[in-house]
């Protein structure tokens, strides 16, 4: 098989991978709605479909992270950004684990393990965007230089 040279037969083919990724979501949002309504939440969280679609979500949303951090044209320190999300996302997590501890009278064990795992699952996507900026910044410096 040759590899695709002509760029207009590059833009058709992704395109086409596109509408394809399109209707393959819809068709498992749809079997997963049916799962819903018949079997409940937990019915559906239980079909090896929920999470392929999680996983197919969350490395969609990074691949979207690495484009959006190449389209952006700030030449901003990364750190400035980085130091604000984690103070949002630690602020987050422990507003969070204070209002699971006095809704319904969980205990402390169970706001520090909510709240701990909201930092975790926020803080990874922070990283992610600083790593990307910070590499961003680095080849920028390294093309001035030449």
């Excluded at 901003?76 to 507003?95: E, Q, R």
């Amino acid at each position: 098989m040759k590899k695709i040279k002509d760029e207009r037969l590059i833009m058709k083919n992704l395109q086409n991978i596109k509408i394809a990724y399109i209707i393959q979501t819809i068709g498992i949002l749809g079997i997963l709605g049916y799962d819903l309504i018949l079997k409940g939440l937990d019915g559906m969280t239980d079909n090896p479909l929920w999470y392929v679609f999680m996983i197919t979500s969350i490395i969609s949303a990074y691949l979207s992270m690495i484009i959006s951090v190449d389209h952006e044209n700030s030449k901003k320190d990364p750190k400035k950004g980085l130091y604000l999300s984690i103070t949002i996302v630690t602020l987050l997590s422990l507003l969070i684990g204070i209002l699971v501890i006095f809704s319904d009278g969980d205990q402390f064990l169970s706001g520090a393990l909510i709240g701990g795992i909201v930092f975790i699952c926020g803080i990874v996507p922070v990283l992610f965007i600083y790593y990307l900026r910070n590499r961003r910044k680095n080849e920028m410096e390294d093309e001035e230089e030449r």
